[in-house]
């Protein structure tokens, strides 16, 4: 059965620190990975990644992909208080634009 | 230009009414998405409409769970005889191409079965 986990749960940490958030996928037929954030209700899209090894980055966010090991992962270096969030990740695959969330982490910064 | 919108925003209703859910998404984006988001979950995926295609509803709970697309524009999310597990966020999204990457989604609309 497909699924997605994310690790960790939860997380809470000061102005300035680095964060790593991960995502693992057991999926038949993967296409695709992406991450979201939400603050209150609507998500906001941050990447998709599809390739493996290869880096997506806006500002002080990265993600990547490793297919081989199956995981992805969100860095978010110098964290600032507007990073508190649920940061979710979905996959989908191929034949099909449906996507699948895990049930997300939720990352308190403290100033 | 305005995003996607929903409504209501909130929504209390008893157990055993019908209720219904509206979700205009941007105008022109072909694919349009519900998803449902109870507490402290993930969001769970209900049903998928792009363009003229039939929908993909592999996602929807029960058959208490219906939605229309008219027009290929605004899109309706039926719940019958709601049940207390309805309650959850409902998310709407709709996008331009096929990928998310042009996803938007609107603000939700909160459901209270009581």
């Known amino acids: 059965e497909d699924k997605v986990v994310q690790s960790p749960l939860s997380l809470v940490v000061h102005e300035g620190d680095t964060v790593t958030l991960n995502c693992s996928y057991e999926v038949t037929n993967f296409r695709s990975l992406l991450w979201y954030k939400q603050e209150k209700k609507a998500p906001t899209f941050l990447f998709m990644l599809?390739?493996?090894?290869i880096e997506k980055k806006s500002g002080r966010l990265s993600s990547i992909l490793d297919k081989k090991e199956l995981f992805s992962i969100l860095n978010i270096t110098a964290t600032q208080t507007g990073d508190s969030a649920v940061y979710l990740c979905a996959y989908s695959t191929s034949g099909t634009y449906k996507y699948i969330f895990g049930t997300g982490t939720r990352l308190k910064v403290l100033a | 230009g305005a995003g996607v919108s929903q409504s209501p925003s909130n929504k209390v209703t008893e157990k055993g009414k019908d209720v219904e859910l509206r979700c205009d998404p941007i105008?022109?984006?072909?694919?349009l998405y519900w998803y449902r988001q109870s507490l402290g979950q993930g969001l769970e995926f209900l049903i998928y409409?792009?363009?003229?295609?039939?929908?993909?509803k592999s996602g929807l709970p029960s058959d208490r769970f219906s939605a229309e697309r008219t027009g290929g524009s605004v899109s309706t999310l039926t719940i019958q005889r709601t049940q207390q597990e309805d309650s959850a966020v409902y998310l709407c999204?709709?996008?331009?191409?096929?990928?998310?990457?042009?996803?938007?989604f609107g603000p939700g609309t909160r459901l209270t079965v009581l």
């Open positions: 409409f792009q363009g003229n295609s039939a929908p993909d």
């Open positions: 999204a709709s996008s331009l191409y096929r990928g998310p990457d042009t996803q938007y």
């Open positions: 599809t390739s493996s090894g």
């Open positions: 105008s022109g984006h072909t694919a």
